[in-house]
């Protein structure tokens, strides 16, 4: 009997839950209605791409769109109903999301050679093996960042149009037609939806050009169901896919110019810079993997970063990690060997908690699960969650710039080279320690989103902490690392701040 | 048992997955030590080996007991400490106290069927870990960490000193908990909670028993009815669908000095898998029987009589 309901308890209970699976419709507090006069990223104002003023809502055209919306509110299936909610919740959070799901899906090194070399994934072969691209933590954060300016600048431009061309929801129009999604005066052309739908497919043709029929799929998916919802209707739709096609296509050609497609370097530069520390007087740093694989994008600190000038970058790198053959270094590799020795339940879980490694979205990722998770809390209109998932996104790009130049300007070992006998709870990133990412992310991201949402600054802080501590715990990272990193992400964290608060948002 | 990860003690112990009944107020205690190691391993189908893992060792001492509340219903304990340890690499192993095994053995059946006697078993088992030991760090985990309930139908048939028992199990398995709040199989889960799939597994050995000796070989065959294979140069996780085919041998020999003294001995080796490790093990131990009922102490222990 007891054996019987221990049997129906465990098989009963085995469908999971996801945290953002059962969301209301967003619901913004304000629908920020003068967003045309936020400060764009790239576009020089919200007009650089024209789009044409709509049909009047008392024309046959339009009267017949009505008519599309109609007859697909009659006969709503389960399914569809499902798609209506997902994307109603909100459809900055879901590309998040979608974009968060390919970089883990990507994020896996590749495979070595017979030879004991390694190959590199090819942007202009991105199905032969290793896929391109592989979705490391500068990859990753360069992709999140992208996609995320991009969308802002869209949505600050449709909603410039929206308000010059003041074209009502289609429910406010013909009352017979059901605001399945609750109803708002926010007008609807150019829908802001797809809007977003246009930009991130076409971001995919640079970023995850392997899943550009996927992307396309969820497009067509969220456009439909925003119709059918009764949110907008097929040239609210068609107008907004067009432009955020279009203000996609400026940042894809920028970033074909940003020095990220020579991130990898030549076995020339990866000789380089051991010859320089080891003429510094360094131990200089080498792969821990078997075989020895080159650095991970060691002149991705050259990337051109969207916050500051690129000649800004060296003035925050911070000065040198204690030399290698110093006391200092020495006193810092025992802290670690006896961290790991035998480490606590409690050190393991806040290791595993934010090691966000080889399959997994990366620490930039996280933070953007941070953070769109604490913005739902916020009902921000959509052009706001975009404006601050920018934000948050920039500042992750660049601290990635920074920490990677930092990285590579000095080259140093991890503490397991330094004492071979330091075991690891995590696996060890193949790039040089100092300084940390983790902390260098941490530091940027606490910063912007303490001052996105202020009443939760100290809890960032605290995160930013942990996360920080947590590579120490793991056995991956110095002390020097942890500590320099938050304080270099912070600076990058500023120029966000510096943005935020003259953007016009606020 | 050939996994990158043992799931529970009893797979290793022969008492839950064998013929052989306690009398009644017996108690039989025991301790085993099993060693267990593989270099190849199966992501997904491909076979391979990891050069940043080396060879991985598993090895296991556990203690077991199984009282005799009838010569017709047995119940079992049994719990292992865990260590793991890679050869190559930095990964740190781990170590611990694993999963408790409580199970129940009933043998409602027992006739003669032409020369011999056959036996017919209904077991069922329960298991749960004892400790918050991390489940996230495979291949260096000890275990899943999932709560098993196992249900077992056995049968088995001996002709002279010859016998032959077959076993099928369903497992019901548990969702577990892990540290990171976010995990990707073949899409994205933004929760803690990994779904575990049930697993099912059948087993066939054959050999010689008599009052003193056993000798056997034993087939396993483990499917995991769910879950995703380990994608390219990817890490394994817990719900993987872990299979594995395994082929051993047991040997129990009982002490003619010391009575109700006897020592076992074995190894296994896996002969297919999918995200499992090919691994070879061998296990030896040693159990003593305590008769706590009235009647004279036997010669022969109750339990190897058949």
């Known amino acids: 009997m007891a054996t019987g309901i221990i049997f129906l308890q465990l098989s009963c209970s085995k469908a999971i839950t996801g945290r953002t699976d059962n969301l209301p419709p967003l619901n913004p507090a304000k629908i920020d209605l003068d967003a045309g006069n936020w400060k764009t990223i790239l576009l020089t104002g919200p007009t650089d791409f024209p789009v044409a003023a709509p049909t009047a809502v008392n024309s046959t055209a339009y009267v017949a769109e009505l008519n599309e919306i109609k007859s697909l509110q009659q006969n709503i299936s389960d399914d569809e109903q499902a798609k209506i909610s997902y994307w109603g919740a909100g459809s900055v959070l879901r590309w998040n999301e979608l974009m968060r799901q390919l970089v883990a899906k990507y994020n896996l090194p590749p ?248 399959a997994t979205y990366t620490p930039p990722g996280h933070w953007n699960a941070i953070a769109a998770e604490d ?70 991201a606490a910063t912007i989103l303490g001052y996105i949402i202020p009443e939760r600054a100290s809890a960032y802080t605290d995160m930013a902490n942990e996360a920080s501590m947590s590579r120490m715990y793991g056995g991956i990272h110095y002390r020097s690392d942890c500590g320099i990193g938050l304080t270099t992400g912070q600076k990058v964290g500023a120029y966000a701040v510096a943005r935020a608060k003259t953007d016009g948002a606020d | 048992m050939g996994m990158l990860c043992i799931a529970h003690v009893s797979v290793t112990a022969q008492t839950d997955i064998d013929a052989i009944m306690m009398s009644k107020n017996n108690f039989c205690i025991g301790g085993m030590y099993s060693s267990s190691h593989w270099t190849d391993y199966w992501e997904g189908t491909l076979k391979r080996t990891n050069d940043n893992l080396g060879n991985v060792s598993m090895n296991m001492a556990g203690f077991m007991g199984t009282y005799g509340v009838s010569g017709k219903l047995n119940l079992l304990v049994g719990l292992p400490y865990v260590q793991t340890k890679a050869s190559a690499g930095t990964l740190h192993g781990d170590k611990g106290f694993q999963d408790l095994s409580l199970w129940v053995k009933w043998m409602p059946v027992e006739t003669h069927v032409g020369n011999g006697l056959l036996s017919v078993y209904g077991i069922g088992g329960f298991s749960f870990p004892v400790t918050n030991y991390n489940p996230d760090f495979l291949p260096m985990s000890i275990g899943m960490h999932s709560k098993n309930l196992s249900l077992r139908a056995m049968a088995d048939y001996q002709a002279g000193h010859l016998f032959a028992t077959a076993s099928g199990t369903y497992v019901v398995r548990s969702n577990i908990k892990i540290d990171r709040t976010s995990y990707y199989t073949t899409e994205l889960h933004l929760t803690n909670e990994v779904e575990m799939p049930d697993q099912s597994s059948f087993n066939i050995r054959a050999g010689y028993r008599s009052g003193r000796l056993i000798a056997e070989a034993i087939y396993n065959q483990m499917y995991t009815l769910g879950g995703f294979d380990i994608t390219r140069n990817n890490m394994p996780f817990a719900s993987n669908r872990m299979n594995a085919s395994t082929l051993g041998i047991n040997l129990k020999y009982t002490l003619k000095a010391i009575s109700g003294l006897s020592l076992i001995g074995g190894g296994e080796t896996t002969l297919a898998g999918r995200n499992v490790g090919q691994a070879n093990s061998l296990t030896g131990g040693i159990f003593y029987i305590l008769d706590f009922s009235h009647k004279q102490k036997k010669s022969v222990p109750a339990s190897n009589q058949k």
């Not at chain 1, 006391?327 to 595993?352: C, G, S, Y």
Request: charged share 20%; hydrophobic share 40%.
């Open chain 1, 111 to 358: 495979y070595q050679n017979a030879d004991g070399t390694y190959p590199f994934p090819n942007a202009n072969n991105p199905f032969a093996y290793p896929l391109f691209p592989f979705a490391n933590p500068p990859y990753a954060a360069r992709a999140y960042a992208y996609v995320s300016a991009a969308q802002y600048d869209a949505l600050v431009a449709a909603w410039y149009y929206k308000k010059l061309y003041n074209r009502p929801a289609p429910y406010k129009t013909d009352p017979t037609i059901t605001a399945r999604l609750g109803a708002t005066d926010l007008p609807s052309y150019p829908s802001e939806d797809a809007v977003l739908a246009g930009v991130t497919a076409e971001m995919m043709k640079l970023l995850f050009p392997d899943e550009i029929a996927f992307i396309q799929q969820k497009a067509d998916e969220e456009e439909l169901a925003k119709i059918t919802a009764g949110s907008a209707t097929r040239s609210d739709i068609e107008a907004g896919e067009a432009l955020g096609r279009l203000v996609a296509q400026k940042f894809t050609t920028r970033a074909r110019a940003d020095k990220a497609g020579a991130a990898a370097g030549t076995q020339t530069d990866w000789s380089n810079f051991e010859t320089v520390a080891v003429a510094r007087g360094e131990t200089p740093w080498f792969s821990l993997e078997s075989p020895r694989r080159p650095p991970m994008l060691p002149l991705f600190g050259n990337v051109t970063p969207f916050l500051f000038d690129p000649t800004i970058t060296a003035t925050l790198r911070p000065g040198p990690p204690p030399s290698t053959s110093s006391d200092q270094m020495k006193t810092e590799t025992a802290e670690i060997a006896d961290l790991v020795k035998n480490p606590t339940r409690e050190h393991t879980r806040i290791v595993q908690f934010w090691a966000d490694g080889v």
């Open chain 1, 375 to 444: 913005f739902i809390t916020k009902n921000f209109s959509e052009v706001r969650w975009a404006r601050d998932m920018a934000l948050l996104n920039m500042s992750l790009m660049d601290a990635a710039i920074v920490c990677w130049n930092t990285k590579y300007f000095y080259f140093n070992p991890r503490p397991t080279q330094m004492n071979t006998a330091i075991k690891t709870l995590t696996g060890i990133p193949n790039f040089p320690a100092y300084i940390s990412g983790h902390s260098t992310f941490s530091g940027a």
